[in-house]
């Protein structure tokens, strides 16, 4: 079943409802984002009911917004409380300590923050909203300057948020040790008997050890292969300690050099924010993520990788940071960037005046041309900013 929520819904994801007749939730959001008579529509209340009546209820939401709806309206069923496990970054580190034992975290209110002696803390350390999507109030602290700079932005003014409490909340915080390492996204889900399905690892890079954007996320056959097996196997017990099935999940997590996994956070009941790499996998491996939760399929990766083995598939967020005021731009120019990149899969423009964003791209690359990725990872886009 499909829960539909505001902000955004891919025509992509749209299709795979309609073309797959998967049940989607009559919901006033729903109809506000999806147009069609057609689809299979459920009302409320007899998804409700369906929903109540099965011990591991099949949920697929597109938008952090939904959860409001399932903490609403599913209280008799486990989902609530799983879902809590994780998009409260307090109770994940609590869920995971016994993972990583000597890791750092405390929990801090945002009235608090001006008061803290950093003295009181081991550089270098991240504080986020507990309860927090995309990059919304994280800051790396490296030193003081790091810290006078979070103290000048950590307040209710600066951290209104577009989406409900029970999704943004600034309240209160986290703060926890850096965790060193490459980062990776990860979209996974648990299948009906609570086995671990991978759909999907990207890279996740950065232009410096201070940058915490979300600019550049690859995916390759190489990405894939490597990390695929230690991942299944860090998953494994954090779903047995949840007792998770029918759970689709998007996580984030770094790799030391030594090869240990730190998770970051886990994102519940989804894959990446507005359609992300849940599109991504058809663009760049021909199979369907949403398709295959609903139906509890797995990848055949030897299959798919047989003519992907020089491609890297990534993401591209063209988030506002040129310092330029939206307020005086008239255009982003999606066609000059296209001219700059090999070859762009997908353009998404969105509203910069609502979103601080100018867009997202999909985009092919051949290995040996990652200088246009980095690129992109360093550009303050005003090249292409009217």
Known sequence: MILIDQPYISDFLIKTIKENNFEVIFTKEAKSLINDDSLNWISEKDAIKKLTNS????????????????????????????????????????????????????????????????????????????????SIGVHVINNKADWDTAQKELNFDNLKSIYPKEVMDASTFIIEEYIKGEEFAIDAYFNNIGDVVILNILHHKFSSNTDVSDRVYSTSQHIISKYKKVIEEFLKPIGEKAKLKNFPLHLELRIDEKGMI????????????????????????????????????????????????????????????????????????????????????????????????FGLLFTETSMGNEKELNEMLNSDLTKYIR
Not at 88 to 97: A, H, S
Not at 307 to 314: G, T
């Open 262 to 357: 730190k998770p970051i956070e886990i994102n519940p009941e989804r894959f990446g924010g507005w359609c992300t790499t849940g599109d991504l996998s058809w663009h760049a491996f021909g199979f369907n993520s949403y398709q295959y939760f609903i139906q509890n399929k797995k990848p055949n990766w030897e299959e798919i990788f047989k003519n992907k083995e020089d491609k890297i598939y990534s993401i591209i967020s063209l988030n506002n940071n040129s310092g330029i005021n939206p307020s005086e731009i008239t255009q982003f120019d999606f066609e000059m960037l296209k001219q700059d990149l090999e070859n762009v899969l997908v353009i998404r423009e969105f509203d910069f005046n609502k979103y601080s964003e």
């Open 55 to 134: 011990p591991n209820p099949l949920v697929y939401t597109n938008s952090e917004n939904s959860l409001l709806w399932i903490f609403n309206n599913l209280k008799e069923t486990n989902l609530p409380n799983q879902i809590r496990l994780f998009k409260d970054k307090l109770k994940f580190r609590e869920l995971t300590k016994d993972l990583l034992p000597n890791f750092m975290f405390r929990e801090i209110k945002i009235d608090e923050i001006q008061t803290l002696d950093l003295a009181e803390l081991v550089l270098p350390f991240v504080i986020k909203p507990s309860l927090g999507f995309f």
